[in-house]
C-alpha cells in the first residue's frame, strides 16, 4: 500500500555472504540416514514456508502503519473538528478572547490534517470564515472591485460549480422534467426564471421541446437577473444564443429580460403574462435568499421578502412552479447550531465534490461554496443571504396550510426519477444517489441528503391563464406581445 508522504520505513539489507541471515530462518535439523525423496522435498518445503511467513511480515507492517497514520490524521481532523465548534460557541456567548485562543489553535490544528481530505478542505474555509468574523477587515476597507468584474467572477465560478458536479444538472434537468410534463399539449408556453444566469438550463428543454409529439409550441421565456454593468445587458445577451438555439431547432421562441436587484422587487405587471398562456415558475437556489424580514418595516411584524414573491408566483397562477433548495438547515437562530449543521453539509458536499472529480477536486468548484460558507459563518440578521432551509419547511411555506402560500404540490413523476438517477450515474462517485419522498426528489452522498427538488401549481383548478384543450389547441386568448427578443422557425 502507497503511503502518504515520507519514506518507506525499510530497506532491503545489501547483499551478504551466504551463509548471514540464516538466524532468522530455523531450518530442520539435519537427518543421520539420508531420506527418501518425499521426506526431502517436505523438509525442504517446510523451511520455506517459514521464510516466506518472515517476508510476508513486512508488507503486513507497513499496511498497519499506514492505518496508524490514518487514525492519526482522523484523530486530527476530529479534533480539529471540536477547536473550531468550540471557537462558534465562545463566538456565541460573546466570548472574544476564548473564541480567539480556540481559533489559533484551530489554525495550528490544520497542519496535522490533510489538505486533500474531505474535512481538511472544508475546514480550511470555516477557519477563515471565523477569522473573518472574529477579525474583521478594517475600515475603511479597500474600493470594491468593478460591478462588471464581480459579474464576470461570479458567472465563472457559477459555471465551474455547474460543470464539477450533479447538483446544478440534477435541478435543471430535474425542473424542466416537471415543466415538459405540466405543458404538455400545450401550444403557448410562458416560462417565468427567477435567476437566468448564463441560461443553462433551457438548451435541454428547447430541445426536448422541438422534439415533441404534435410539433412544438410558442415558448416564451422571461428571465430575470441583476441589472448590467455600464455597458453591457448580460440578460439579452443570453436571450440571443438561446434564440439563435431555439432557431436552428425550428422552435418559435421570444425573451424578454427583467432586471432586479431582488426578486421582490418583481411586480407581477412586470411578467407581462398573457391570457391563454401555459406558465411555468422556475426557481433554483434562489428562495432562501428571501427568508430574512426587514427590521426597517413599518409593520409590527414585518414580513419577509418570500412573502411578496410567492404572492406573486400564485396571481399568475403557474401551471407549475419548480423550486430546488440545498436541503440544510442553516437558518437556525442560535449560531453555534448554524455553524455546526454548515460545518457538516459542506463536508459532505466537499466529498462528494472530490469524489465527482475523480480526487482532482475543483478550485474554482469550491470557491463558488465557499462564498456560502462566509455568509453562513459571517453575516448577521437582514444581512445574511445563505438562509437554507430543508424540505419539509419549504413543504409548510409552500402548501396549502394555515402559513402556506395556498399551492398545491405536483409529484414528480418515475421519469424524473429515472432520468435523476441515470444524470448521477455519469459522475464517479459512487456515493452519490437520488431518493423520492413524496412526490420530491432528493440528490444526496451517501444517504444524507443535500440538494431537494419539488414542484407545485396554482390551486385553482378551472384556470383560464393556464388550460389546454386536448388536442393542444388554446381555448382562449393570444400569446402575442412585444418582447425583448423574437425569433420563429
Not at 155 to 175: D, I, S
Not at 298 to 321: G, K, M, N, Q, W
Not at 472 to 480: D, E, I, L, V, W
Request: aromatic share 6%; proline share 7%.
Amino acid at each position: 500500500m502507497a503511503m502518504g508522504g515520507g519514506a518507506f520505513p525499510f530497506q532491503w539489507p545489501e547483499a551478504e555472504p551466504a551463509d548471514a541471515g540464516l538466524d532468522d530462518v530455523t531450518l530442520p535439523p539435519l537427518p543421520t540416514a539420508v531420506p527418501d525423496a518425499a521426506g526431502v522435498a517436505a523438509a525442504y518445503y517446510a523451511a520455506d514456508m517459514h521464510a516466506m511467513q518472515h517476508m510476508e511480515a513486512l508488507p503486513d507492517f507497513a499496511a498497519a502503519l499506514a492505518a496508524m497514520r490514518r487514525e492519526e490524521e482522523e484523530a486530527a481532523g476530529i479534533r480539529l473538528v471540536h477547536l473550531l465548534m468550540s471557537c462558534a460557541g465562545a463566538v456565541e456567548a460573546g466570548d472574544h478572547a476564548g473564541a480567539s485562543v480556540h481559533l489559533a489553535d484551530a489554525h495550528a490544528a490544520l497542519a496535522a490534517v490533510s489538505p486533500t481530505s474531505g474535512i481538511g478542505r472544508v475546514a480550511v474555509h470555516f477557519t477563515a470564515a471565523l477569522s473573518r468574523r472574529l477579525f474583521p477587515p478594517p475600515t475603511p476597507s479597500p474600493p470594491p472591485p468593478p460591478a462588471a468584474d464581480v459579474a464576470d467572477d461570479h458567472a465563472f465560478l457559477y459555471h465551474r460549480f455547474y460543470e464539477a458536479g450533479p447538483y446544478l444538472k440534477f435541478a435543471h434537468f430535474t425542473a424542466n422534467q416537471a415543466i415538459l410534463e405540466a405543458v404538455q399539449g400545450c401550444r403557448h408556453v410562458h416560462i417565468i426564471d427567477f435567476s437566468l444566469m448564463q441560461g443553462l438550463q433551457w438548451p435541454t428543454l428547447i430541445q426536448a421541446l422541438a422534439l415533441r409529439p404534435g410539433g412544438p409550441p410558442s415558448l416564451r421565456l422571461t428571465g430575470i437577473g441583476p441589472p448590467s454593468p455600464p455597458g453591457r445587458d448580460d440578460l439579452r445577451d443570453v436571450g440571443v444564443r438561446l434564440a439563435d438555439l431555439a432557431r436552428s431547432v425550428r422552435v418559435h421562441f421570444s425573451f424578454r429580460g427583467v432586471a432586479a436587484n431582488r426578486l421582490d422587487e418583481v411586480r407581477p405587471w412586470m411578467l407581462q403574462v398573457s391570457q391563454g398562456e401555459a406558465v411555468a415558475v422556475n426557481s433554483v437556489l434562489q428562495l432562501h435568499r428571501l427568508l430574512a424580514a426587514d427590521p426597517s418595516a413599518d409593520d409590527a411584524r414585518p414580513r419577509a421578502p418570500i412573502d411578496a414573491v410567492l404572492d406573486c408566483v400564485a396571481s399568475v397562477r403557474p401551471r407549475v412552479f419548480t423550486v430546488v433548495e440545498q436541503e440544510a438547515d442553516h437558518n437556525k437562530p442560535g449560531f453555534l447550531d448554524r455553524f455546526t449543521e454548515a460545518l457538516f453539509y459542506y463536508s459532505a458536499v466537499f466529498d462528494s465534490l472530490d469524489a465527482a472529480s475523480g480526487g482532482a477536486g475543483d478550485a474554482a468548484a469550491e470557491a463558488y461554496l465557499e462564498r456560502e460558507i462566509c455568509d453562513i459563518v459571517c453575516g448577521e440578521g437582514a444581512d445574511r443571504r445563505e438562509r437554507h432551509e430543508p424540505l419539509r419547511r419549504w413543504r409548510d411555506r409552500l402548501g396549502g396550510g394555515r402559513a402556506g402560500a395556498g399551492l398545491a404540490a405536483v409529484p414528480l413523476g418515475a421519469n424524473a426519477l429515472r432520468q435523476a438517477r441515470m444524470l448521477v450515474g455519469l459522475f464517479s462517485g459512487e456515493g452519490h444517489c437520488v431518493e423520492e419522498a413524496e412526490g420530491c426528489l432528493t440528490l444526496g452522498w451517501h444517504g444524507r441528503p443535500l440538494f431537494s427538488a419539488s414542484a407545485w401549481r396554482a390551486a385553482e383548478e378551472n384556470n383560464q391563464s393556464d388550460s389546454c384543450n386536448a388536442d393542444g389547441s388554446r381555448s382562449s386568448g393570444s400569446a402575442s406581445e412585444e418582447s425583448n427578443i423574437c425569433c420563429s422557425s
